[in-house]
């Protein structure tokens, strides 16, 4: 396939997934919306403004990064892994696999229309969290590179996901009982120096919170962990799920027969 | 000429053990009208699933217009366009948008993809449903949809599985027509078909399948041509109580009081009517029982599933 058609199949499945996930938008777009705002009511406003400072911060402060992340890491995950097990389990794949898009395209679309969800989502959650707080960005560079690369990494666990699944629950496994733990407990409603030393250890091994913490230092300049050890932890765990991906691809895994 | 398709020594094992393929050997010229025949679970579906790429093989051969799938999959697939035989497209999307995002997945520019999705869309009588979503059309009218789909690219080779099983007649006439119009324009066809009729009306060239194993792979005169024994119905003009004896020609009534005579290849069927006209029976219309590649067909498969019980014992 020549680089101008790849060009056009990538831009083929990205608009592909854009598209599907504006026309649904009442599932995709207005629940994290809806969602982040009470957490920045409830917990923002109401219980932290007895809570007071975290980090050198008032809670409100605090808390914005963390919850523009999950919402980014949130999305960027359930889009790929919902559009591509309903296209596995209405064998609408076929429509790619019988093409001859390369496996990477086919990764790298993909992963572009779930973090263009990941990203608008974060966008929308930015806009909303002006309503309740004031941002002043430390560090652009890192704001923008963390938020890249955290909602390229979930959009890759997403493809993983949907390409082990074999059914619906199986896409709801990994988001309900590993994503949602992880982000609570990843820094984003309280710094882990709040937490004894056992537990500070424990978080430690847990990958959310280096990408909680380096968005926080991007917004804030505050870090419970080095920043820049945190984007060298996503960029590995990129070469990893990235490796996978491609190996499942060409072995068909749950795709071909 | 080039062959459309080569396969040599094609071979699947399924996970579970299950042998569907035990080494195919088959070519289709390019330009050809082609059926690939077989009962259900004979590895028709597996051997055009592996040409498409859906199907991963266990061993063998496969070439589309030269190219290996296991060394040029892109140059191969870019010849290929599939009809499968279930719906596989997103139910939720609107038909121009089913189209036109295949062309792209062919490295089609959108504009380009419009204008071959619209061509395709009319000539297969859709137009006028392209922002409809494809979950609202008729059993019909997906199937076209599958067809157009499979065309935007203008492949050279176009595989259809079982493209006119839950069509009516008529649609699978129209459905003939344009499938002929499109092979006399020069693109390759292969076809698979529960419809007997379907691949004698249509193919040049036929290869029955059984068991994972290719029984015949020969033009479609030449199978013709090894049918010994046709049979024909003759609706006469009175109901008979019992079959005439007629000499030559062994005879029974059907269910329907109809005559059923069997001729024997190159007796011919003078000597039919004329024995009739002794006996006073007038003989108002006349049709073969079953046509006669499914006669060749039954015969074959019986045969082969008798051989292999008979491996089996």
């Not at chain 2, 393929?21 to 289709?28: E, F, Q, S």
């Not at chain 2, 999959?73 to 499968?84: F, H, Y």
């Not at chain 2, 006209?277 to 498969?301: C, D, P, W, Y």
Request: glycine share 8%; charged share 20%; aromatic share 8%.
């Amino acid at each position: 396939m020549k680089v101008q058609a790849m060009v056009t199949a990538f831009n083929t499945i990205v608009i592909r997934e854009i598209r599907r996930f504006t026309r649904i938008w009442p599932q995709t777009l207005l629940p994290p919306a809806v969602t982040m705002t009470l957490y920045f009511i409830i917990f923002g406003n109401l219980i932290g403004s007895r809570i007071g400072e975290m980090g050198g911060f008032d809670y409100m402060s605090f808390i914005v990064p963390g919850l523009i992340m999950m919402a980014v890491i949130t999305s960027s995950y359930a889009n790929v892994v919902s559009s591509f097990f309903s296209m596995k389990f209405q064998r609408s794949i076929e429509e790619l696999l019988v093409s001859p898009v390369p496996n990477w395209i086919i990764l790298a679309g993909y992963v572009c229309g779930g973090m263009a969800r990941g990203l608008g989502i974060g966008l929308i959650v930015t806009l909303l969290s002006l309503g309740f707080t004031r941002l002043e960005i430390h560090n652009l560079p890192m704001v923008v590179l963390t938020v890249f690369l955290t909602s390229a990494l979930f959009a890759l666990g997403g493809f993983i996901n949907a390409m082990l699944a074999t059914k619906f629950d199986d896409i709801s496994i990994v988001p309900t009982f590993v994503l949602t733990p992880l982000t609570y407990l990843g820094g984003v409603f309280y710094s882990i120096s709040m937490l004894p030393d056992f537990w500070q250890g424990v978080s430690m091994i847990n990958p959310i919170l280096y990408m909680v913490n380096a968005f926080r230092f991007g917004i804030l300049g505050v870090s419970d962990v080095n920043p820049f050890v945190a984007l060298g932890m996503i960029l590995v765990f990129i070469a990893l799920l990235t490796a996978i991906s491609l190996r499942m691809l060409k072995r068909g895994k749950g795709i071909r027969h | 000429m080039t062959n459309a398709l080569e396969i040599e020594g094609l071979t699947k094992t399924y996970g579970d053990g299950f042998h569907a393929l035990k080494g195919i050997d088959m070519n289709v010229r390019q330009g050809d009208f082609f059926a690939l025949l077989g009962p259900n679970g004979a590895g028709k579906s597996t051997t055009l699933g592996i040409v498409c790429s859906l199907v991963n093989k266990t061993g063998g051969k496969v070439r589309v217009f030269g190219h290996d799938i296991d060394t040029h999959l892109s140059d191969a697939k870019l010849n290929l366009g599939v009809v499968p035989q279930e719906f596989n497209f997103n139910q939720f999307e609107k038909v121009f948008d089913i189209v036109t995002t295949q062309a792209g997945y062919y490295g089609i520019p959108l504009k380009q993809a419009r204008v071959s999705a619209e061509k395709y869309l009319r000539k297969l009588g859709l137009w006028d449903k392209k922002d409809t979503p494809a979950r609202m059309l008729s059993g019909g009218m997906k199937r076209r949809l599958m067809i157009a789909r499979a065309l935007v690219h203008e492949p050279k080779l176009l595989i259809l599985d079982e493209p006119t099983a839950g069509v009516d007649i008529e649609l699978r006439r129209s459905m003939w027509t344009f499938l002929e119009e499109m092979n006399r324009q020069g693109t390759t066809i292969i076809l698979t078909t529960h419809y007997l009729e379907e691949a004698e009306a249509l193919c040049r060239n036929i290869a029955i399948i059984d068991h994972g194993r290719i029984l015949k792979h020969t033009s479609k005169r030449e199978l013709l041509q090894q049918l010994h024994v046709e049979t024909f119905v003759l609706d006469t003009e009175t109901t008979l109580e019992s079959a005439p004896e007629l000499e030559g020609f062994p005879c029974r009534l059907s269910d329907e009081g109809a005559l059923e005579v069997e001729v024997q290849k190159g007796q011919g069927l003078n000597r039919v009517f004329v024995q009739l006209e002794q006996r006073g029976i007038k003989v108002v219309s006349m049709r073969t029982k079953a046509n006669r590649l499914e006669e060749l067909f039954i015969r074959m498969v019986e045969e082969n599933a008798h051989e292999a019980s008979g491996d089996v014992a």
